[in-house]
């Protein structure tokens, strides 16, 4: 398993943008697909967009298609996801997760990954 810890959290009016960081441990960080999940108040943790260990193959929600931008720094161990255009409805806590030997549709599934940070919570004012 790998350490994850996300940063770049923050309150953003509508329309405005944020870019969320998550660092991992570990040497072999370059082997993992890398997701990042959200959770609103009342509702179930839902998958935003993964990205293979390579970074040459991208996921995403279908809400956020067009207006998230996720990308991967091996070098660096990091996960990004730029947020672009952002919805009072994309207000949630959001978590970054790890998942060794992932690929295709399963990228999306909160079962797939064994690896999860604390969270940073996104607040979206309208």
């Known amino acids: 398993q790998v350490q994850l810890v996300e940063s770049g959290g923050g309150l953003v009016q509508s329309g405005g943008s944020l870019r969320l960081s998550c660092a991992a441990s570990?040497?072999?960080?370059?082997?993992?697909?890398m997701g990042w999940f959200r959770q609103a108040p009342g509702k179930e943790r839902e998958f935003v967009s993964a990205i293979s260990w390579s970074g040459g193959v991208t996921y995403y929600a279908d809400s956020v298609k067009g207006r998230f931008t996720i990308s991967r720094d091996n070098a660096k161990n990091t996960v990004y996801l730029q947020m672009n255009s952002l919805k009072p409805e994309d207000s949630a806590i959001y978590y970054c997760?790890?998942?060794?030997?992932?690929?295709?549709?399963?990228?999306?599934?909160?079962?797939?990954?064994?690896?999860w940070g604390q969270g940073t919570q996104v607040t979206v004012s309208s």
């Open positions: 997760a790890a998942a060794a030997l992932l690929q295709g549709p399963k990228s999306a599934r909160v079962a797939a990954y064994n690896s």
């Open positions: 570990g040497r072999t960080f370059r082997s993992y697909t």
